[in-house]
T-cell receptor
Framework: GQQVMQIPQYQHVQEGEDFTTYCNSS?????IQWYKQRPGGHPVFLIQ?????EVKKQKRLTFQFGEAKKNSSLHITATQTTDVGTYFC??????????FGAGTQVVVTP | EPEVTQTPSHQVTQMGQEVILRCVPI?????FYWYRQILGQKVEFLVS????????KSEIFDDQFSVERPDGSNFTLKIRSTKLEDSAMYFC???????????????FGPGTRLTVL
């Protein structure tokens, strides 16, 4: 099945700085979803990407799907304390089976 | 904002006992899921359910697990004989998508924390 690897596992960011988390696969993906999970909370869907080279923005968050559809990135600008949490990428196949990456745990220092 | 609900929020059980975790997906959604997350680890897919039957399941979802949609609203996960390693947070999720399994928005419930002693 499709597997996605996420790096880095942990990210310590100073408030106001930018950071990027990456999601990589050895196979071509039909889609990528990104989720955010606050400490003690449940995953919250952020976005889905399906097209090669697709870029979507949500305020300070920029999501990108690679041209080869084997990688994706989430870039956050001007990090705020509200950005704390774990960001997961996930991919689903045509039978509805989803694989999640291990997540990037983000800690923001004021 | 529509939401998925799950009960109970925390379930403590003895090893070997049966547990049933309950979920009420969003009412007009068509696809339902169970995931589990061991503390500090990634979200793991267990099973997907569509049109009153399992559409996909993972290797974790062995004969000890079963799912049901007993009526038009509830979606349950049963673990027949719990093991220590079943201790985890179990999330239910649903989404609408009437055009195949390419999701629009997948809504997760708040989870049930299962503790097996």
């Amino acid at each position: 099945g499709q597997q996605v690897m996420q790096i880095p596992q942990y990210q310590h960011v100073q408030e106001g700085e930018d950071f990027t988390t990456y999601c990589n696969s050895s196979t071509t993906l039909s889609n990528i979803q990104w989720y955010k999970q606050r400490p003690g909370g449940h995953p919250v869907f952020l976005i889905q990407l399906v097209k090669s080279g697709e870029v979507k923005k949500q305020k300070r968050l920029t999501f990108q799907f690679g041209e080869a559809k084997k990688n994706s990135s989430l870039h956050i600008t001007a990090t705020q304390t509200t950005d704390v949490g774990t960001y997961f990428c996930a991919t689903g196949d045509s039978w509805g089976k989803f694989q999640f990456g291990a997540g990037t745990q983000v800690v923001v220092t004021p | 904002e529509p939401e998925v609900t799950q009960t109970p929020s925390h379930q403590v059980t003895q090893m070997g006992q049966e547990v049933i975790l309950r979920c009420v997906p969003i009412s007009n959604h068509l696809y339902f899921y169970w995931y589990r997350q061991i503390l500090g680890q990634k979200v793991e897919f267990l099973v997907s359910f569509y049109n009153n039957e399992i559409s996909e399941k993972s290797e974790i979802f062995d004969d000890q697990f079963s799912v049901e949609r007993p009526d038009g609203s509830n979606f349950t996960l049963k673990i027949r004989s719990t093991k220590l390693e079943d201790s985890a947070m179990y999330f239910c999720a649903s989404y609408l998508s009437g055009a195949g399994p390419i999701i629009d928005t997948q809504y997760f419930g708040p989870g049930t924390r299962l503790t097996v002693l």
